[in-house]
């Protein structure tokens, strides 16, 4: 289907031209024409809102007028402002008239282009079936590619025709694979085999269809009786039963109703010249429900039987010949069964929500899928043996020239909003194709069907060319890793190349041009998949490269216009400019690492590839002879040495370490400021004995102990939060991958100066005000860009969480150190002016700063890093040796930072709970974003062991534990599968699946002696002999792998953990670890698929028999490739989203909501209708719509952000679980209990096969769970959830904490419900006590408790009367009626806003004045500093309970 490789148009504005499964072969072509000429159109309307299956009317008409006021953009620069306001055109009505249907109305926009009216009719019901036709008005025929706006007589009201075209041979093709898809649209096979970027989504057999109507439907008769709210027994708190089988629960959607038995090219094809001449295409033939053979010509005129059989060729028509123009109108006349059963199809289909049926950028592969049957499907064998990706053959000119796409798309224009987002969308485009592509390639390589260009050489050396894309494999070739650790390093560089070729892609110079580079490792290879350089096949390398070094640093040559250009990225990198040695001893200046090759293409355009050193070295895996590096690392146990020397600090890494230099180079400047102001008469004398360099640093960077580290002297680094609004202000900034545009202006070292003057006026009067306030407010954000001249720079906010070592102060910081605001103000005017006007000493006294943080410069705080310190075979001159010996003092610094304050942070920002992993990827994430390789995973474990509070740290332990033994077992996976087959030679493929199932055995079974079944042999002996002789020599013994046996697995697995992670596992069987570590056979089972690829069949797996082994080799159904590349933004959407969160934060909901629609339509114009930042984008206005009192409108776009976090990261993605949790809350306020419980059942389902029960996230899901059976009525069932979250909450917040106080109000309200006041009164006490103790006795919440526990009291007196006075005159009495009241749905939904972080507040302007002041207090110790990469981890608006920050104001 076209919609794979397409572009999906995004947000049209009101109009439903959106396409979704696009007809086939709807060429590319016409795709890469389209995005220069198509203004996006940036409505208020996500892709989303749009009607698919016709009618044209808009389900959303109150949207479209909230939201065309969306150029409201406060906080992101005017001119956008302007922009966004100038392509919003409005839309109009057209009536299009299609053969045999009637007229109907279509909402289109001028943007579009008359191809995409096309695409809706071929995605309607009733015009599905038609590919081949031109739209006509007034019998004139409208050209494609046309926008609307520049069609004469076009207007509200038109009428267009569509009128029948004759085929050729490419249309024909084209409506044979569009039927094939219409007739597959409900298979599920392409999303369980992952092909053509189709991925799974279950939301729709738990809400059971659309929610948005089912909503109205259900409220009629949801008496509580009907609500069946048992959850399955393994659901239930303390079920140690983890079930597969429900993971992908069976849809019954997809069983669709066959219409056709087969339908395939026919063995006559191509027609003989003499067909030809009457008009013959091709030959179809097909088999229908009804068993009758049929045999179809495709000619000009339409599709009709002819008389063909399979073994006589009579290509005559039939007699009836039923000549029609499409091949649905033809079948339906034959065949009664295709007709019934293709009509419910389109139904069905379009009855489907469009999220779960459009393709996403990026393919995603399921770890586990059902058996499917394989059919029949012509279209698949033949993109299967074309050497091309599916619609090539639709392009002129045949395969895509890869490298001219990537390239031109970075040459379009981007002065403005429309020029930018047409750019993004461009870049988006090609990545994402190219990435499939290269997948594809990849494969190939392996699979062995791709002719190496060197075929002479042996496999590992082998190179090879498809599809216009270079691919190498991931060895030491020709011995050129030699010194850096041969393999090992040949494995690492790919990975570091990615990370250089994302960073300078991500500062975006003009003029300098990196490959498209995609990593993929698939079947124990990796593979290095690469755009070619125009013209660099036919020269010698010596001859290509002009800029750098071919041989690590032995000869190195220069060249002016690349230092010109890696000049602009030196800054934003942070790479220093320095000279090196060549052979002849002569001094050649570089801006880059010496292996960071230029070469001018034919094309004239100047590229730089092998960026794998981009960043500088990390020493602590560097052991370098006679350097000694800081105490905090060598009480670490480093430097250690790493399998290769490729080992590099992360680009994160470096923007924190920046970042807390920057703090420390301000409270220096501050505190000799204020000691100049104290001793005049000796301040010299203080000067110099202070502030020497040597005594400085290591009395602020001295942050030994990690508790010391985490309280922290004032002095020290307590005020990175404030700094941070600073860190711009002078020229140093955070750069991470989103570049800002109106950064980029100011990149150049010349437009520095000048920058600087411009703020210098307007900042000192804020350096001086509060700083907070600064920060706090996204009106800020405009100053951010022009501010900055280190290069683009995602706001600042992002930097807190990167690596503050301290807990931020909740004071304000100027209050310890007075002298900030003048350092400040005396920093940037040097920085401003060359410095003439200020007197010495203040020089001085910033001088002395700049040498004691290590700045390069002497007046301004600036520090850059060499990446070529330490790498062999590179020589300094001798006038550079005090540079030198500053750069690796600096580089020892930084992996002191790392160990010393990185670690502990994120160690602190688990306990407080700001960062929540929950499974090996997100934990890999919490690491990458403050800079800490994985490769430092042991370190952190140990730190966690050794931490006091170890106990609520436990989940972390957990994951940590699993995380490292998995990605031990995928190494040695990864060798086990190397020794098993070679590539060229494809030996003994046969017995892949009985390999993988015999390792998994190994890894993971209790059966002791796990033996490796040899596969029956499938083909006769006497071939199989033949092949024996002929085998090549040096393809092994392939059955070594055979050999494994459980104990020798974990004896390797504790050693590689030894070895690499430097971490000591106790354990010598699967049984052991999961003992010992709390570990789960099942969590461990999903780590290890997705880490190495492999699918397993989903059927339940019996991991603790000793009798017999879990797996066969029945049981592995594919291995996938793991693929990586690189991710481009887009960022003028990414600067609405923050701009719109700032706002949200302060209380401006409305201006927030506005700036956050703004941002979807911007996403969805880069990125199409699916991507992780648009499922980001979604939650945040769902959360918006629900506080703002729009709860249908919150389940709507809860319920796209569920759809897309399942198609988009997995349908049980920690993200994923965190999405069905929100949209439950919703189902419950909009009064669909049956369905919010069924939600939450999923979420605890999911929840517990990542991470198992004992986890923090648990206790709010287990409170939510709890609630909503409260409010049904089942009691007992409700308690189970509630005690559990109880005790959950007790061990990873403290007994005392106020979130242990909610969990026992919670209990106290079941008990009281069930009359078992004794109870109730125990736990509220409980309650009561610590809100006494928390938050004293005066707080609304202590008083609240107490009127409860009265309460309380009184009801249990009542009963004990009424029960003496039953005892006392037996079935006399007169009874009293006991009130026993079901709790009411509002007081319910009350406590579930309370867990879920959202109060609702009834206030005064004035209170609402104060709260606002108060916001942007505590702003940046609050949320501001969540980037975007945590969003998707955390909710984006994941509010404590103390903070009222969402508000409803009376």
């Not at 007229?103 to 009733?126: A, G, N």
Request: charge should be negative.
């Amino acid at each position: 289907m076209v919609s794979k490789t397409d572009d999906i148009q995004a947000s049209v504005p009101n109009c439903n031209v959106n396409t979704v499964d696009l007809a086939e072969g709807e060429t590319p072509d016409h795709q890469e024409t389209k995005a220069p000429n198509k203004d996006p159109c940036v409505c208020g309307h996500s892709a989303s809102t749009v009607v698919m299956n016709g009618g044209g009317a808009h389900y959303h008409s109150e949207e479209e007028s909230k939201q065309d006021g969306g150029g409201d953009t406060d906080g992101v620069e005017d001119s956008n402002e302007q922009e966004v306001i100038v392509i919003q055109d409005t839309g109009f009505t057209v009536k299009i008239q299609a053969p045999g249907t009637e007229p109907f109305d279509l909402q289109v926009s001028p943007q579009e282009m008359v191809q995409e009216i096309h695409q809706v009719l071929m995605d309607r019901e009733d015009t599905c079936h038609r590919t081949c036709f031109s739209l006509q008005l007034d019998g004139n025929v409208l050209d494609n590619f046309a926008e609307l706006k520049s069609i004469e007589g076009l207007q509200e009201g038109s009428l267009l025709k569509v009128v029948e075209e004759p085929y050729t041979v490419r249309e024909a093709r084209i409506h044979v694979r569009h039927i094939r898809d219409l007739l597959k649209s409900l298979d599920p096979s392409d999303a369980y085999n992952g092909v053509d970027c189709n991925s799974l989504s279950f939301l729709s057999v738990f809400t059971d269809g659309d929610l948005g109507d089912s909503g109205k439907r259900k409220k009629k008769g949801s008496d509580l009786e009907q609500i069946d709210c048992t959850p399955p027994e393994h659901i239930l708190p303390g079920s140690k039963e983890r079930p597969l089988v429900p993971l992908q629960p069976q849809n019954k959607d997809w069983k669709p109703m066959q219409c056709l038995k087969v339908l395939t090219m026919s063995g006559w094809n191509p027609p003989p010249g003499n067909r030809k001449m009457h008009g013959d295409l091709m030959y179809l033939y097909m088999v229908t429900v009804e068993e009758r053979h049929i045999s179809i010509t495709a000619s000009t005129r339409g599709f009709y039987l002819n008389q063909s059989t399979t073994y006589t060729f009579n290509p005559k028509p039939a007699n009836p010949s039923f000549l029609s123009h499409s091949l649905v109108e033809l079948l339906s006349q034959i065949s009664p069964a295709f007709k019934k059963n293709f009509t419910v199809l389109q139904k069905t289909r379009v009855q489907r929500h469009p999220f779960e049926r459009i393709a996403t950028p990026f393919q995603v592969y399921s770890w586990t899928a059902p058996q499917v049957d394989h059919t029949m499907d012509c279209v698949r064998a033949e993109d299967a043996y074309t050497s091309r990706l599916g619609y090539e053959e639709h392009i002129p000119g045949q395969t895509r020239d890869w490298n001219e796409e990537l390239q031109t798309t970075r040459e379009l224009a981007r002065k403005n909003l429309p020029e930018r987002l047409l750019r993004e969308r461009a870049i988006f485009k090609v990545h994402s194709d190219f990435a499939a592509a290269a997948t594809r390639g990849s494969m190939a390589v392996i699979d062995g069907n791709v002719m190496a260009i060197n075929p002479g050489e042996e496999t590992r050396m082998q190179m090879f060319i498809w599809n216009n894309i270079f691919f190498s494999l991931g060895f030491d070739v020709r011995d050129h890793y030699r010194e850096l650790g041969g393999d090992a390093a040949a494995h690492a560089a790919p990975t570091n190349d990615l990370n250089g070729v994302r960073a300078y892609g991500a500062v975006d110079v003009e003029g300098l041009y990196t490959l498209g580079t995609v990593v993929v490792d698939y079947r124990g290879y990796r593979v290095t998949a690469q755009s070619i350089i125009p013209g660099i096949l036919e020269r010698e390398q010596e001859q290509s490269v002009i800029y750098g070094s071919i041989d690590f640093g032995k000869t190195v040559v220069s060249h002016g216009k690349y230092l010109e250009l890696l000049e602009r990225t030196s800054r934003p990198l942070k790479v220093q400019r320095h000279n090196v040695l060549n052979e002849k001893d002569e001094s050649v200046e570089l801006c880059s690492s010496v292996e960071c090759k230029g070469i001018i293409g034919n094309d004239g355009r100047h590229y730089i590839l092998d960026l794998l050193r981009t960043f500088p070295p990390d020493l602590n895996f560097l052991p370098v002879e006679g350097e000694e590096l800081s105490p905090e690392s060598v009480r670490q146990g480093f430097p250690r040495q790493h399998r290769h020397r490729l080992a590099c600090l992360r680009q994160e890494l470096i923007e924190a370490f920046v970042e807390h230099r920057y703090l420390l180079f301000m409270k220096m400047a501050a505190l000799q400021l204020m000691q100049q102001k104290a001793n005049k008469d000796s301040k010299m004398a203080t000067l110099t004995e202070n502030n020497s360099p040597e005594a400085a640093v290591p009395a602020l960077l001295s942050t030994e102990n990690p508790d010391a580290s985490a309280k922290s002297s004032e002095t020290s680094t307590e005020t990175l939060t404030d700094g941070k609004s600073d860190a711009v202000q002078i020229e140093t900034t955070s750069t991470t991958d989103a570049p800002q545009p109106a950064a980029t202006e100011a990149t150049t070292t010349e437009a520095a100066p000048k920058a600087e003057q411009t703020t210098e006026t307007d900042i000192p009067s804020a350096a001086a005000t509060t700083m907070t306030a600064s920060q706090a407010t996204p009106t800020e954000d405009n100053v951010v860009p022009t501010v900055t001249t280190n290069g683009p720079l995602v706001p600042v906010a992002t930097v807190i969480q990167n690596g503050e070592c301290e807990s931020p102060l909740e004071g304000k910081a100027e209050d310890s150190i007075p002298g900030l605001a003048q350092a400040k103000e005396l920093a940037e005017s040097l920085a401003a002016e060359d410095g003439s006007g200020i007197d010495p000493k203040s020089r001085e006294v910033v001088l002395n700063a700049c040498k004691a943080v290590g700045s390069i410069s002497n007046t301004s705080f600036d520090i850059r890093f060499n990446p070529d310190i330490f790498s062999p075979g590179v020589r300094f001159p001798e006038d550079s040796v005090d540079d030198i010996q500053k750069q690796k003092q600096l580089l020892k610094d930084a992996a002191a930072f790392l160990v010393s304050c990185q670690i502990p942070s994120l160690v602190k920002d688990c306990l407080d709970h700001s960062a929540l992993p929950m499974d090996g990827a997100t934990l890999t994430e919490a690491l990458h974003q403050r800079g800490i390789n994985v490769r430092y995973l042991g370190n952190v474990l140990e730190f966690v062991d050794k931490t006091p509070a170890k106990a609520q740290l436990e989940h972390f332990y957990r994951i940590g534990i699993s995380e490292l033994i998995t990605r031990c077992a995928k190494h040695i996976f990864k060798t086990y599968l190397q020794t098993m087959y070679s590539i060229s030679q494809g030996v003994e493929l046969s017995a892949l699946s009985a390999a993988v199932s015999h390792f998994l055995n190994c890894f993971l079974s209790s059966f002791p002696d796990a033996v490796a079944h040899l596969p029956p042999d499938e083909l006769v002996s006497r071939r199989k002999n033949r092949k024996r002789r002929n085998r090549v020599p040096g393809g092994g013994d392939n059955t070594a792998w055979a050999s494994l046996t459980p104990s020798e697995l974990w004896k390797n697995i504790v050693s590689e953990a030894q070895s690499y992670y430097n971490f000591t596992l106790h354990s010598e069987n699967a049984d052991q670890v999961v003992e010992k570590y709390g570990l789960q056979k099942i969590t461990l089972l999903r780590e290890i698929s997705i880490k190495a690829g492999i699918q397993i069949l989903i059927k339940e797996y019996n991991f603790d028999s000793r009798h017999k082994p879990a797996f066969t080799e029945e049981d592995i159904l594919n291995i996938f490739p793991v693929v990586k590349h690189v991710n481009p933004k887009a960022s003028d959407a990414f600067h609405f989203f923050q701009s719109g969160q700032a706002k949200v934060q302060q209380g401006y909901l409305k201006e927030g909501c506005e700036l956050i629609n703004e941002a979807l339509n911007l996403f969805n114009n880069v990125y199409g209708a699916m991507h992780v930042e648009i499922c980001a984008c979604l939650r945040l206005l769902a959360r918006l719509n629900y506080i703002m009192g729009d709860h249908h409108e919150a389940l709507s776009n809860q319920q796209k952000a569920v759809l897309m976090s399942e198609r988009v990261l997995g349908v049980e993605h920690p993200n994923t679980i965190q999405e069905y949790m929100h949209l439950a809350l919703y189902c419950f306020a909009n009064g669909q209990l049956s369905t919010a419980l069924k939600l939450l059942y999923r979420a605890r389902y999911l929840m517990l096969m990542v991470c198992g029960e004992d986890h923090p996230e648990m206790a709010l899901l287990d409170s939510n769970i709890g609630l909503v059976l409260h409010g049904v009525m089942e009691y007992d069932l409700s308690l189970r959830f509630l005690e559990n979250a109880l005790a959950i909450n007790s061990k990873y917040h403290g007994p005392r904490s106020l979130k242990v106080a909610l969990s026992h109000h919670l209990v106290a309200r079941v008990y009281e419900s069930k009359a078992e006041f004794r109870s109730a009164l125990q736990h509220e006490k409980e309650g009561y006590t610590i809100y006494k103790n928390q938050v004293g006795e005066a707080h609304e919440k202590t008083k609240e408790s107490s009127e409860y526990l009265k309460y309380l009291t009184q009801q249990a007196v009542a009963l004990q009367r009424t029960m003496n006075e039953i005892y006392k005159n037996g079935s006399n009495a007169s009874i009293m009626p006991l009130k026993f009241t079901a709790p009411s749905m509002a007081s319910v939904l009350e406590q579930l806003n309370i867990i879920n972080g959202i109060i609702f507040i009834p206030l005064s302007q004035k209170d609402l004045e104060n709260l606002k002041a108060e916001v942007q207090r505590r702003q940046q110790l609050q949320e501001s500093g969540k980037s975007m990469e945590e969003l998707t981890v955390d909710g984006p608006l994941e509010l404590e309970d103390k903070i009222p920050m969402d508000v409803n104001v009376d």
